[in-house]
C-alpha cells in the first residue's frame, strides 16, 4: 500500500502535468511561427531580365519546358510538364556565407508554389537529357561554394507542374539572409 507521501508526491505531479505540456506546447509553436516567418518572402521585386540580389547579379539565362511535345518527343502522363530554369548569377562583392539556404522556386497567379525536384532526380534527368554534358548544380549546392567577386556562376532547377500553371509562371529566388525579400522573373512560358 503506498504511504501518504508516496499520494502526495503522485496528486503533485498530476497537478504539475498540465502546465508543464502547455510551457512545452507554447515553446514550440513559438519557434514553428519564428521559423515560419524566416522563411515566407513577402517582398519580392521583380524584374524583366535581371537584379541585383545577395551581393550578385542575377539574370535569368534559359527556360526550358518539356512534356508537351514540342522541345522533346518526351510526353509526361496526367498533363504534367518539367520546367527547367537556368539563371547566372555574377557576384558583384565577396559573398561568403551569404548564400545560406539559397531556394528558387515556382509560383503561378493563383499562389500555388512549387519547389524543385531532389538533387539526384534532378541530375539523372540532366544525364538523360544531356548525356555528354555534366549536370549544372543547383541553389543549394552553389550556395556552399559560392563564386568569387566579379565572377558568374550557372544554376539550374528543374520542377513538375501542372500543364495549366504553365503559361503564368514566374520564378522567386532567395536567400535566408535577406527573407523576407525575394527576386522574381516572369518565364512567360506559353
Same mark, same amino acid.
Given at each position: 500500500?503506498?504511504?501518504?507521501?508516496?499520494?502526495?508526491?503522485?496528486? *503533485?505531479? @498530476?497537478? #504539475?502535468?498540465?502546465? =508543464? /505540456?502547455?510551457?512545452?506546447?507554447?515553446?514550440? +509553436?513559438? %519557434?514553428? $511561427?519564428?521559423?515560419?516567418?524566416?522563411?515566407?518572402?513577402?517582398?519580392?521585386?521583380?524584374?524583366?531580365?535581371?537584379?541585383?540580389?545577395?551581393?550578385?547579379?542575377?539574370?535569368?539565362?534559359?527556360?526550358?519546358?518539356?512534356?508537351?511535345?514540342?522541345?522533346?518527343? *518526351?510526353? @509526361?502522363? #496526367?498533363?504534367?510538364? =518539367? /520546367?527547367?530554369?537556368?539563371?547566372?548569377?555574377? +557576384?558583384? %562583392?565577396? $559573398?561568403?556565407?551569404?548564400?545560406?539556404?539559397?531556394?528558387?522556386?515556382?509560383?503561378?497567379?493563383?499562389?500555388?508554389?512549387?519547389?524543385?525536384?531532389?538533387?539526384?532526380?534532378?541530375?539523372?534527368?540532366?544525364?538523360?537529357?544531356?548525356?555528354?554534358?555534366?549536370?549544372?548544380?543547383?541553389? #543549394?549546392?552553389?550556395? =556552399?561554394?559560392?563564386?568569387?567577386?566579379?565572377?558568374?556562376?550557372?544554376?539550374?532547377?528543374?520542377?513538375?507542374?501542372?500543364?495549366?500553371?504553365?503559361?503564368?509562371?514566374?520564378?522567386?529566388?532567395?536567400?535566408?539572409?535577406?527573407?523576407?525579400?525575394?527576386?522574381?522573373?516572369?518565364?512567360?512560358?506559353?
Amino acid at each position: 500500500m503506498a504511504s501518504d507521501r508516496d499520494r502526495k508526491m503522485w496528486w *503533485l505531479s @498530476l497537478v #504539475g502535468l498540465p502546465p =508543464l /505540456v502547455a510551457a512545452a506546447i507554447a515553446i514550440n +509553436a513559438w %519557434r514553428n $511561427i519564428e521559423d515560419y516567418r524566416h522563411r515566407i518572402e513577402v517582398s519580392i521585386m521583380h524584374g524583366p531580365d535581371h537584379l541585383d540580389y545577395a551581393g550578385a547579379s542575377w539574370r535569368l539565362e534559359k527556360v526550358r519546358l518539356i512534356g508537351d511535345g514540342r522541345d522533346t518527343q *518526351l510526353k @509526361l502522363p #496526367g498533363q504534367m510538364r =518539367l /520546367v527547367i530554369v537556368r539563371m547566372v548569377a555574377t +557576384a558583384t %562583392r565577396d $559573398i561568403g556565407e551569404g548564400w545560406g539556404q539559397c531556394e528558387i522556386s515556382l509560383t503561378d497567379g493563383a499562389g500555388r508554389r512549387w519547389r524543385p525536384l531532389d538533387v539526384n532526380l534532378s541530375n539523372d534527368i540532366s544525364r538523360d537529357l544531356e548525356p555528354d554534358k555534366d549536370p549544372v548544380s543547383g541553389c #543549394g549546392i552553389t550556395s =556552399l561554394t559560392p563564386p568569387p567577386k566579379d565572377h558568374a556562376v550557372l544554376i539550374e532547377e528543374k520542377f513538375v507542374v501542372p500543364a495549366e500553371a504553365v503559361s503564368a509562371l514566374s520564378a522567386r529566388l532567395s536567400v535566408a539572409a535577406l527573407r523576407p525579400k525575394a527576386i522574381g522573373f516572369s518565364l512567360s512560358l506559353n
